[in-house]
């Protein structure tokens, strides 16, 4: 009987031996086909793939200096080819080919695929598309609500979640706003497309400044024109590009506002506005 097991061993050891060279059912076919497929693979610590000097995810060439030390081609030159690690010389005859590989294919999910994106991208190229994700979350612009979401699911929600919190208008169409001093924000929704935008009010001492946000991705950008008119003891007016933000907050604008001086109101002191917002991308 020990025989009889020992000898259906050999006979299974020389059948896998002649499958492996090719020489029966499921032999070199098979191992092409096995060599050529998909392995999926847990990268415990995947900041083992970013640069140590900028922590940015490793591209291009990578460079490595006599202890293995490895940075991205760019910071090689920052540094001036000494390693900040063991300060050795990084020299660019020594990449590290098997890293450069690695990097290049690794496939990975977008960060905002919990919000619909469905990119799978190499590790090197995340960050780009991160920066430009559609998907990127919005967060609502009412105070107290903590909704957040892809813009299309935040528009939805802000329409069923607060529909009278907002002054609907449509693009290329002037609408007129009274806005009191105390008003720090006017939330506007555009009527077909429901994307929101913020008439922000800053109280400065030299008098109010007004200038238009608009909640959204990225790719929002440079995709729209505002013309802001302030009617006071004059007619203060200024077309700009609104800032584009995922969270909206009520800092000073970055770029252009309007700036109505102290002594411009009348008692009351409230602020009759004219604004119309073109869409003049995509």
């Known amino acids: 009987m020990e025989f009889l097991k020992r000898q259906r061993l050999y006979e299974g050891s020389d059948s896998e031996a002649e499958a492996s060279s090719g020489g029966g059912p499921g032999g070199s076919n098979s191992r092409v086909k096995e060599e050529s497929e998909e392995k999926s693979v847990v990268l415990g610590d995947p900041k083992l793939l970013d640069c140590p000097i900028c922590y940015s995810p490793l591209h291009g060439d990578i460079y490595q200096c ?20 063991c300060k050795g010389k990084i020299s ?6 098997v890293m450069e590989k690695m990097v290049e294919s690794l496939i990975i999910e977008c960060k905002n695929h919990v919000y619909g994106c469905e990119e799978k ?20 612009p009412i105070s107290w609500c903590r909704f957040s979401n892809s813009y299309k699911n935040m528009n939805v929600h802000f329409t069923k979640a607060h ?6 208008f449509t693009y290329n169409t002037t609408f007129s706003l009274s806005v009191e001093r105390s008003q720090n924000q006017v939330v506007l929704r555009e009527e077909n497309e429901g994307v929101i935008f913020i008439l922000k009010q800053n109280i400065l001492r ?11 991705p990225p790719m929002f950008i440079a995709g729209f024109l505002c013309h802001l008119t302030v009617k006071c003891v004059g007619t203060l007016s200024l077309e700009a590009i609104p800032e584009v ?5 009520h800092l000073m604008p970055k770029t252009k506002y309007l700036t109505v001086p102290v002594g411009s109101f009348s008692k009351n002191e409230r602020a009759s506005v004219q604004l119309c917002i073109k869409k003049i991308g995509g």
Do not use: Q
Not at 131 to 140: I, L
């Open 163 to 168: 529909p009278y919190s907002a002054t609907s």
């Open 92 to 97: 660019f005859s020594n990449r590290c080919r």
């Open 121 to 140: 991208l190499s590790y090197n190229k995340k960050d780009e598309h991160e920066k430009e994700c559609p998907h990127t979350p919005c967060y609502c």
């Open 66 to 85: 006599e202890n293995g030390h490895i940075a991205c081609s760019y910071c090689t030159m920052t540094v001036l080819r000494k390693c900040p690690t």
């Open 245 to 249: 933000h995922a969270k909206w907050d």
């Open 206 to 216: 030299s008098g109010r400044a007004f200038s238009v946000d608009c909640i959204g």
